[in-house]
């Protein structure tokens, strides 16, 4: 705080604004691929506060990811499921409940972010950033046993996604 | 960069956000949507706690998780896809109220 | 800084100006590639089917890009009634911008560069995969038929060859930051220009042959180019995810195709052929680097435009087979043989000669493939009539016929 309002933190607002707004739309759209679309909008923001944050390994693997993939599996689903040919009720009964449960989590949540006295560095400007040299150390030396059971565990949701989605044999 | 208060507040709010997605929605790819926009915040949250704690604690543990949780993430969007065409092939609904039968 | 425009003028300017002309340098060469490349394609093509191709418009022709992107530009934008407004008009974009932004880290010399990114190889692919978001915009809000079959194609075939092309890189990016660490700098391999600079007296195709074959395959799906130009197959699709579109919008697309063409060329030369480096070496200056960037751009791109008039169509279920069963197994065994190799400190050409025997491997079992004959497990497409499904959930209704 004690650093002022820097340019950094300006793009993070608007990055922030964005990212909300997009995350708002996806909840509230009227139409399921433009929900989808603000998804996209969403994650581009997250990628950008990322970069913010220094971690530019984390925001390209966030566009790579999610970005691309995700979103194209998403998009897929939702022509498979044929939404645009039976427009119907988006929302459930229980939508002020749901909302308000929402509500009561948030202040809960920024509640206790004001009420911890967090350990944190005296200046923002003293953080350096995160280099790509640490994450591949992090990652395979500390973390290498569950980037291997991570490695198994997406074989076999690649398998079971497979499974899942493909006719039965005497189905037709 | 701004303060850690700020990013998690951003943070909190998006996953509230997610949580009302999924309280509110009926249709079972938005409720999975909601559920990205969770993850997002909270790796987002981890990413902050690294970045800032690493003069402190001296280790980078929380973008580790975050690269995981974005390869978990693929995983289950794409086993919960399947999940969902399957659904709605045999039920021709991809609403979760009307998928309400044991065994069908 | 690396600067581009500030070299030529010779005066240091504010922060702004400079972004600003390096937009506009990226733009104005965006543009002029397409323009020349269009004009290229149409000659080439037009040579390999006895033809002379365009010579009216200008001399020889030249000027015969310049007049369709007039007559695209005074065309009618047209919107048909039951499209969808928002994702309709904003599919160009989305297909336009993340193929703009792949100009940043592209090194065109030693120092022509808008930045030179430490990520610069992830951030290529990653920002390129967002452009399939655009065709899925454009095939699902057009509201036609075709254009979603199209869009759907696209997206299948741009995520399936987009595994093996990173996979491919990962293993070019473990030989680079093997050689570069013995300069003492390995973390510097996932920049392209440190990959280039590394190649001055050994182009990467010479250590990874089988690298340069699957990133020219995927090259040519990921541009929908034939043999994988199913997504805008007139004679199947009508065109694909662009039926709907007009004038300048449907001129987006097309730029859009074009600069991924030259940038994913550009891309190639700089990591299998040796980019500006070799055989010269970095001391030549920028001229000859230019030149020699401009020689390998054109002879691949050459090699791109004439598979247009080579090969003829794959089938959806071979494309999506050749991909995964094919292209997918043999990169990941490049990467573990490239591990195995570089982990106990083999020698280059030890790289070399793997990588060139898992080619032959390849090229063998294509060709056991493609001599076997039909109906020995090669058609996986279901010929019996299907009998017409019943489904019998409740809340289900006809859907009225000739609804579109």
């Known amino acids: 705080m004690e650093d002022g309002v820097t340019a950094t933190q300006v793009v993070f607002w608007i990055l922030a604004v964005v990212m909300l707004i997009s995350a708002i739309g996806v909840v509230t759209a009227g139409n399921i691929v433009y929900a989808a679309l603000f998804f996209i909008a969403s994650l581009a923001g997250v990628a950008g506060i990322y970069l913010i944050l220094t971690v530019e390994f984390i925001a390209l693997v966030q566009l790579l990811i999610y970005g691309s993939a995700v979103v194209i599996l998403i998009l897929f689903a939702l022509m498979l499921t044929r939404a645009r040919e039976r427009p119907q009720a988006l929302f459930g009964r229980s939508r002020p409940l749901g909302i308000a449960a929402a509500l009561g989590l948030l202040a809960a949540l920024i509640g206790g972010i004001v009420a911890t006295t967090w350990t944190t560095p005296e200046s923002t400007s003293a953080i350096e950033p995160v280099g790509l040299q640490a994450i591949g150390d992090a990652i395979f030396t500390l973390w290498i046993v569950p980037f291997i059971i991570v490695g198994v565990l997406l074989s076999i949701a690649l398998d079971g996604a497979i499974m899942l989605a493909s006719p039965d044999e005497d189905d037709n | ?104 | 800084m690396d600067l581009v425009l500030s070299e030529f003028a010779g005066v240091s300017m504010p922060a702004w100006i400079d972004a600003l002309l390096r937009v506009i340098f990226i733009v104005a060469l965006m543009t002029i590639m397409a323009f020349a490349l269009i004009y290229l394609e149409r000659k080439i093509l037009a040579r390999f089917q006895a033809r002379v191709g365009p010579t009216r418009t200008g001399p020889v022709g030249t000027l015969q890009s310049i007049a369709d992107a007039l007559k695209l530009i005074t065309k009618e934008d047209v919107r048909p009634i039951t499209a969808d407004r928002w994702a309709f008009e904003l599919a160009p974009y989305m297909a336009f911008v993340p193929v703009f932004l792949v100009f940043v880290p592209m090194p065109f010399t030693e120092t022509w560069f808008i930045r030179d990114l430490n990520l610069g190889l992830l951030f290529v692919f990653g920002v390129l995969g967002l452009n399939i978001v655009g065709v899925v915009m454009a095939a699902w809000g057009s509201d036609n038929k075709y254009a979603l079959l199209g869009g759907v194609r696209a997206a299948a075939q741009a995520i399936s060859y987009e595994i093996p092309m990173l996979l491919i890189i990962v293993a070019v990016v473990m030989v680079a930051a093997g050689r570069l660490a013995v300069d003492g700098d390995a973390s510097a391999a996932g920049s392209i220009n440190a990959i280039v600079g590394d190649q001055t007296t050994t182009p990467y195709i010479l250590l990874q042959p089988l690298g340069f074959f699957i990133f020219i395959i995927g090259m040519l799906a990921e541009l929908h180019r034939p043999p994988f130009d199913m997504p805008i197959a007139e004679s199947e699709v009508v065109g694909g995810y662009f039926v709907e579109y007009s004038g300048m919008r449907w001129g987006m697309f097309f730029l859009a195709e074009y600069t991924a063409l030259f940038l994913l060329v550009v891309l190639a030369s700089s990591l299998f052929l040796g980019g500006w480096n070799w055989p010269f070496g970095a001391d030549v200056g920028l001229g000859l680097q230019i030149v020699l960037t401009f020689v390998k751009t054109s002879v691949l791109i050459v090699l791109v435009i004439g598979s247009r008039a080579l090969f003829p169509r794959l089938r959806i279920d071979q494309l999506m087979s050749f991909s995964w069963k094919v292209l997918l197994p043999f990169s990941i065994i490049q990467v573990i043989a490239n591990g195995i190799i570089l982990a106990y400190g083999g020698p280059d050409w030890v790289v070399g000669l793997v990588s060139f025997g898992l080619l032959v491997a390849l090229g063998g079992l294509v060709y056991y493939i493609m001599s076997r004959k039909q109906g020995e497990g090669t058609r996986t497409v279901q010929t019996t009539p299907a009998t017409p499904r019943v489904i019998t959930a409740p809340e289900v209704t006809p859907v009225e016929a000739g609804g579109d």
């Open chain 2, 1 to 104: 960069m701004p303060p850690l208060e700020h990013i998690l507040v951003v943070n909190a709010v998006l996953f509230a956000i997610g949580v009302m997605g999924v309280l509110t929605r009926r249709n079972a790819v938005l409720i999975l949507l909601s559920v990205e926009l969770m993850l997002n915040a909270v790796s987002l949250n981890m990413v902050a706690f690294a970045v800032y704690g690493q003069v402190d604690f001296g280790n980078i543990t929380g973008v580790v998780f975050a690269f995981f949780i974005i390869v978990i993430a693929a995983a289950e969007v794409a086993l919960a896809l399947g999940i969902v065409v399957r659904t709605f092939r045999n039920r021709a609904t991809a609403n979760v109220d009307e998928v309400n039968l044991l065994k069908w």
